[in-house]
Every structure is written in structure tokens, then in C-alpha cells.
């Protein structure tokens, strides 16, 4: 059974900082690019950033430069790293993986900037 887990989550001012991790349970995780998306309220779950099996990073333009994905196979999890965290980077944060039995995703964790 594929699970993963989010965690990290909680209310931060304008130029701090957070640091995510999702933990993926019962899948062969270095085999597989893991991403995190997220969602403001109203608006569509976007990306935010994926790492691929081998290590290769891709971000959405509003996070580059602040947002630093990476991955742990030993320990099966994703950390993303949030600097300068501004408003527009409020919402829920999910992790995903597309496996072979489809799509699946964490429950989120709620990330919210304000002063």
C-alpha cells in the first residue's frame, strides 16, 4: 500500500522560513520522481517543485531561488526547504508520486505567511 506522509506544516512572517518532508511508505522510492504541489485557497493545486530518481530538480518560477528540493532514498523521504517564504506561498502542501498503480498523494500539510 503506497502511503505518503506530509509533515512540517505551520505559520510563519513574511521572510521566514519552513522546511516540509514527506515520507513514502510502500513503494521502491528511489525508482520514482516525487513532486510537491500546493493550494492556495480558491485557486488550483499547482507544483511547486519535483526531484527525478536521479536527482534532477525542477521548480515553479514563483519558488526558484527560495524553494530547495531534494531527497533521502535511505530514509525514503522528500525535504523541501522554504526561504523567504512571502504570502503567496500560503496554502496546503501535497506530496506526490505518479506510480505505476496511478497517482497518489499525501493528506497536505497547511503552510501559512503572515504577518
Known sequence: QVRLVESGGGEVQPGGSLRLSCT??????????????????????????????????DYADSVKGRFTISRNNAYNTVPLQMNSLEPEDTGVYYCNVNHTNGAFWGRGTQVTVSS
Open 24 to 57: 513514502a511508505s510502500g513503494i521502491n522510492f528511489r525508482l520514482y520522481t516525487m513532486t510537491w504541489y500546493r493550494q492556495a485557497p480558491g485557486k488550483e493545486r499547482e507544483l511547486v517543485a519535483r526531484i527525478s530518481s536521479g536527482g534532477a530538480t
